[in-house]
């Protein structure tokens, strides 16, 4: 049961353009979304996050969007950099007997060519 | 400020023997998980530890266990290991609560079994 969807395993995307991930989930209990970045042989990397109660949060070149009747959120990069490239993870936060729970989508590999 | 760090980096083992992976979280984090991750999948939550004690735990049987300390470190545990259980497994400490900054995950431990 695959509640977090990254349909996307890959993508590449020219330097300096937009960067846009997407990620899909079913339980409509989810209360907090996060985006991860894992570069090769290291821990993914917090990103950023939202909250279900917004519909958009920005940082810097992160932007990350919220459509809660569609149950489907994006990542926007802009602009794109090399530096980029990694594997990025979207995750969702739900609560179960009173304590939080993290569900992880299966990533989406971005590829920025310089 | 400390990150979190991992021992050890990489293990084999042998199919029914028992495993303690180990985590250091980062300064000031008091909440420590513990996630699977295996080969084309994103992490998945084995449990989460606060105040030495699990609260919250994801789909995975007892023979997966743990331990946090009073300087929060932890210990996963895992008996009668299986082919399956290969994967890197990837501690995470958090603030209890402080979602919006997310977890500080370290780089892994990469567990084979054979």
């Known amino acids: 049961d695959q509640q977090v969807k990254q349909n996307s395993p890959s993508l590449s995307v020219q330097e300096g353009r937009i960067s846009i991930l997407n990620c899909d989930y079913t339980?409509?209990?989810?209360?907090?979304f996060l985006w991860y970045k894992k570069y090769p042989a290291e821990g993914p990397t917090f990103l950023i996050s939202?909250?279900?109660?917004?519909d958009k949060n920005e940082d810097g070149r992160f932007t990350v969007f919220l459509n809660k009747s569609a149950k489907h959120l994006s990542l926007h990069i802009v602009p794109s950099q090399p530096g980029d490239s990694a594997v990025y993870f979207c995750?969702?936060?739900?609560?179960?007997?009173?304590?939080?729970?993290?569900?992880f989508g299966t990533g989406t590999r971005l590829k920025v060519l310089a | 400020e400390t990150g979190v760090t991992q021992s050890p980096t990489h293990l084999i083992k042998t199919r029914g023997q028992q495993v303690t992976l180990r985590c250091s979280s980062q300064?000031?984090?008091?909440?420590v998980s513990w996630y699977q991750q295996a080969l084309g999948q994103g992490p998945q939550f084995i449990f989460q530890?606060?105040?030495?004690?699990?609260?919250g735990r994801g789909n995975f049987p007892p023979r997966f266990s743990g331990l946090q300390f009073p300087n929060y470190s932890s210990e996963l545990n895992v008996n009668a290991l299986e082919l399956d259980d290969s994967a890197l497994y990837l501690c995470?400490?958090?603030?209890?609560?402080?979602?919006?900054?997310?977890?500080?995950f370290g780089s892994g431990t990469r567990l084979t079994v054979v």
């Open positions: 339980n409509s209990m989810f209360d907090y």
């Open positions: 300064s000031g984090h008091n909440t």
């Open positions: 939202i909250s279900s109660i917004k």
């Open positions: 530890y606060y105040r030495e004690e699990e609260n």
């Open positions: 995750a969702a936060r739900v609560t179960v007997s009173g304590t939080y729970k993290y569900i």
């Open positions: 995470a400490s958090s603030l209890i609560g402080a979602t919006i900054y997310g977890y500080t």
